[in-house]
DNA sequence: CAGCGCAATCGAAGCGCTTCGACACACGCA
DNA sequence: TGCGTGTGTCGAAGCGCTTCGATTGCGCTG
């Protein structure tokens, strides 16, 4: 089943049939008609291969998921998913790479033509892959924001604004001591650019409010997270409020506040930045920034298509944070 | 940079470079070298879509990844991770199609040539997509066994066995009365196939045995799961052993015996059906059934390999369970 | 020593599509 | 009436690779 088949069905040139697939020459509208019908009546679909060969475009998008430690899966498919369903929105397929194929797997891809363009997930502030990327023919886009974005097509929520807009919520709240309980260690370590912005943010307007702070790099599980909490709120007895950018500690945490003798929100406010399902799923349901996983896909996939079409230079998408008040956050408890 | 290009420079033609290339015809060890020296120095890479064209194999497999609800993420990306990394051992990639794309997403990715084969995750009893799977020209493998497997290749753990195992395992700990605590209502609403194999495996070898069993489904957030064995343990006061099949439920679920005043293995045994990296992790470590993502993604990408070079009939291959003894079951507990 | 078989290589056809230039025709305008 | 303009369609030339059959030169065998 070829091209020249459903031609020849509709009594037209193949080069004809094309033209009415791609749009990219008038026809008229009774010969389009003849054609799609043909298209339909024979069940004819086009070969990808021969369609990239001889388009230099192969309709496939790669992308590069996040496996390291500290990450937190649910969240990550959130992201994924969402590239997916707006890559197909705009008819392309997507080419699932691991970060364990690393940057061969990038040069691969996009040397033997298999994708039209890349988007890489979790990127670090000094990311191995930049260069790279750089060194591609290929667009790019980034979800995530390394140091040096000279050059580089990057969107994200802007995590430093989230930071601060949570620090601002318990500020306005009253709260002159609080606390990050963040992302694991191993995720600063590596400098991960989304946590790192986070506390920056979070460090920065807490010092413009004069309010105190402490930052708990807080491993996922409901132990660690127990001990973390306990040994902040036993060291810091003065913190009355809890900034949390961890998604799978946060149900532990709040069991461990509990434990500890101590109501969310009357003796501690608790501020979440995770994506709503998440924030509002606990009890009580957390005052929360939400990460939009769906749109930072879709503006991933948007911004990927523009440059594969090359409208426009290469620019930095940071969504405003959006923060909503639900029942964990409240005002600072009198002095005892 | 071309085929040509190569052949140009090491002095040969073409289709010398494509069989060194290939290996489908033998090339004298001189030319060999001289050839892929050309490669590595001019930095050659094929054309995808160009080989795709001409030898009708893209060198990549579709893998449908299951968004269902009820599904717990991390281990369904173990599975998926699993699959890349195998076909890429294989010099296979792997396109992303998800559930919402459905049974037209089947037919468009074998439909256009865009790959050679297609691997399922998440097979229902009475899976809708299996038709149009069985209607496609191209080989498949199904993780996960459907009712009706004539002509379908299929892998997966032996479920069945699995529940078996873990009621021999209780019952040969003098346990005599015993319930499973198991995936969310929606899993088994949809009659998914690993759900109920092991419900059916839990049943039959209690009925052999003579132990009294009682079935649970259990939603995965922690309230619910508090509810649910706080719930049964008031029911059915007798029962001492329980097999949980719900990997995010397994921490809450300590919790919640321990919070009814009941130590784990002394007042109540525990045997979970989870990845090691789960059973692992808890306290006390948990007496499990392992679930082998890795091996299963393996053999699925293996079964589908031999399908390509087409090897062999259509099979479905059970993994044996492994039992692992932790610290999570023991004795029946003397009656009071 | 003619003839054979085998190993190593080449040339050319063709995979199924897109796209460029050419062409035919209709229309409006001078 | 003739000419430019625009619209709709066609034919042919590739895109870069694989693969088939043909060809060459060699070492053997009878």
């Known amino acids: 089943m070829r091209i020249s088949d459903v ?7 193949p080069s004809t049939v094309s033209y009415v697939l791609s749009g990219k020459r008038s026809i008229s509208p009774a010969t389009r008609r003849r054609v799609l019908e043909s298209i339909d009546v024979l069940g004819y679909q086009p070969h990808a291969g021969a369609r990239a060969l001889a388009s230099n475009r192969s309709n496939v998008i790669a992308l590069v998921v996040p496996l390291r430690p500290g990450i937190h899966v649910p969240v990550a498919m959130q992201f994924a998913v969402s590239v997916v369903t ?3 929105d705009r008819e392309h397929d997507v080419l ?3 970060q364990a194929e690393g940057e061969s797997g990038l040069r691969r891809v996009a040397g033997t033509s298999m994708v039209d363009g890349i988007i890489v997930m979790d990127v670090e502030v000094d990311d191995a892959r930049i260069p790279t990327l750089r060194s591609l023919s290929h667009p790019s886009v980034l979800i995530g924001v390394p140091a040096d974005t000279e050059g580089l097509t990057c969107v994200d929520l802007d995590f430093e604004a989230a930071g601060r807009a949570c620090v601002a919520h318990l500020a306005a709240l009253g709260h002159r001591e609080i606390a990050l309980v963040g992302q694991p260690p ?3 370590e590596r400098r991960t650019g989304f946590a790192e912005r986070t506390v920056a943010g979070f460090r920065a307007e807490a010092h413009e409010r004069g309010v105190e702070t402490t930052v708990v790099p807080c491993d996922a599980a409901p132990a660690a997270v127990a001990a973390s909490v306990t040994g902040l709120l036993d060291e810091r007895p003065g913190v009355t409020g809890l900034v949390v950018h961890n998604e799978p500690a946060v149900g532990p945490l709040l069991d461990a506040v509990r434990g500890l003798g101590r109501e969310v929100p009357a003796d501690l406010s608790v501020v979440a930045i995770a994506p709503d399902d998440i924030a509002t799923e606990t009890s009580p349901p957390l005052t929360s920034v939400s990460l939009p996983a769906e749109e930072v ?3 991933a996939v948007s911004l990927l298509m523009d440059k594969l079409d090359d409208f426009g230079p290469p620019e930095v998408t940071l969504l405003p944070p959006r923060l ?3 029942a964990s956050a409240a005002a600072r408890p009198a002095l005892p």
């Open 96 to 98: 699932l790479l691991t």
């Open 86 to 88: 707006s890559a197909r």
């Open 7 to 13: 031609a020849r069905h509709a009594g037209v040139s």
């Open 297 to 299: 896909g879709g503006r």
């Open 186 to 188: 191993s995720v600063y």
């Open 324 to 326: 909503v008040p639900r």
